[in-house]
């Protein structure tokens, strides 16, 4: 089970028990666009809660498209998560009171976090799961949020994509 609630303020946002509490997102951010076309392509279960994606990187300051990439390899993007963690954090043994507790949780802790603090995507990806292909399939599905013009493949890169 998650640890007790915790305060952490950063960026001027108070995030307890693993909710971002802040609506300072743009009626239409492009981000959260991007978020729910990619996550609707994949078929992924709603709600999607790419605004609580997007709301957590912005707090703890890591790219946006990390922890959406890692849920769709995870969990399907929770489609066969278990309670509530969609990210396969601790292995999967974690449980979070809710998903958005889960994405703030697993944001924070990737941003701060001792095996995650200070790092580049790449170390921080190693920590995650040291396998090398995981990291691979991670940053392409990474760009696959970002790109209007690249149409996602469920079979995840082909040896082409890593160049």
Known sequence: MMRSPFWITLAGLAVCAGTVTDSTLPARDERVLKLETFFSSYGCPKPDHAAEYVRAADAFQIDYRLLPAISLLESTCGAYG??????????????????????????????????????????????????????????????????????????????????
């Open 82 to 163: 278990r309670m509530n963690n969609n990210w396969g954090w601790n292995s999967a043994h974690s449980a979070f009171e809710s998903v958005p507790a889960g994405i703030a949780f697993v944001t924070s802790r990737l941003a701060v976090g001792g095996p995650y603090r200070d790092k580049a995507l790449d170390q921080k990806l190693l920590a995650y799961n040291p396998s090398a292909p995981y990291g691979r399939k991670v940053r392409w599905l990474m760009r696959v949020i970002e790109s209007e013009d690249l149409i996602p493949d469920p079979s995840g890169p082909s040896n082409d994509d890593e160049k």
